[in-house]
């Protein structure tokens, strides 16, 4: 009601909010770190779900929406960093908006269409007020759509088992354990709106956009800063701009490229090492995706992005595969595994071999 999507006017709208709207402070500082804490329930979410193997099947669906949420929320973020016209606000606009110009033949007039004219402008802020307040009713939609998945086949459990247990009714179980959480998280909330409001945003965003003037180094939000940090990695514009979209989509190819089918980590040593090792690797990531681009943070972040791939496309396929053999009740060696994939794939024995990628569903 007292924002105003207009380049002349938006900077002053967003001051007059903090220092002339009664509880406008408190307002917008819990949207601005809200959003933060939005993506630190995410991301544990999403990380507590890869320890214990929630991607698997019968799960596929839940997991693929809920990426998708995860997509979307990043492009409410990114629009809702803009509103305040700040330099950062301005600037990453910019930067992130450029991007799509690297795509052969569509990429300038995609990001034309983006900008509403010839660079981040009026028409820009305009475009990104109106869908930064509507892709939340898709993100709401899709949020729906996650809990039928949800529904479909249960949630998963600590195990990783499909078991019949008898079922624990929610109240007072589940409520009196949900509400100590809500408290807890809504005291580590409330020191960051009451006591460190800023610590999480960036001080040139308290400086007007000025087209003129760039900033020394141009960041963006804290969560977006691993995939940050993979674009910065590779040397190529259109290389970076596709290894940063891939290690978006790899998280949607995730409960295919697991072929094994032992789902929680609990049962697997070299699995809960290696997923430590990938969460301190994402940490590093954001942490490359801060700084300067210069030596030693250029080779950090590249090693770090070929890590994040790693575990993915090579390390999940490989370590599915041999748990899938080491089932099997005889010993093996390495030469019986060869054999066995030889013969497999011989004989076109597909579901065998990756079986979770031919799982039906029975009705």
Known sequence: MHYTPHVDLAFISVEHIMRDVAGGWLLRYIHANGASMFFVVI???????????????????????????????????????????GQMSFWGATV???????????????????WGGFSVDNATLNRFFSLHYLLPFVIAALAFLHMIALHQNGSNNPLGIMIGINKISFYPYFYL??????????????????????????????????????PAHIVPEWYFLPF????????????????MFAAIIVLFLLPYLYP??????????????????????????????????????????????????SFFLIYLPIQGILENFIMY???????????????????????????????????
């Open 96 to 114: 992130i908006t450029n991007l799509f110009s690297a795509i052969p033949l569509v990429g300038d007039g995609i990001v034309y269409w983006l």
């Open 329 to 363: 009740p005889r010993p093996f060696t390495l030469k019986d595994i060869i054999k066995n994939i030889n013969s497999l794939i011989a004989r076109q024995e597909w579901s065998k071999l990756f079986p979770i990628a031919f799982t039906k569903k029975k009705k």
């Open 43 to 85: 991301y544990i979410h999403m990380f507590r779900g890869l320890y214990y193997g929630s991607f698997t099947a019968p799960r596929q669906q839940l997991w693929i929406v809920g990426v998708a949420i995860f997509l979307l929320m990043m492009a409410t973020a990114f629009m809702g960093y803009v509103l305040p016209w």
């Open 228 to 243: 940050y940090a993979i674009l910065r990695s590779i040397p190529n514009k259109l290389g970076g701009v596709i290894a």
């Open 260 to 309: 094994g089918k032992i789902r929680s980590a609990i049962f697997r040593q070299s699995y809960r090492k290696a997923f430590w090792i990938l969460l301190v690797n994402c940490l590093i990531l954001g942490w490359i995706g801060g700084n300067v681009v210069q030596f030693p943070f250029i080779q950090i972040g590249q090693f770090a992005t070929i890590m994040y791939f």
């Open 177 to 214: 354990k949900d509400l100590v959480g809500w408290v807890g998280f809504g005291m580590f909330f409330s020191v960051f709106v009451y006591f460190a409001p800023n610590l999480l945003g960036h001080p040139d965003n308290y400086i007007e956009a000025n087209p003129m003037v760039t």
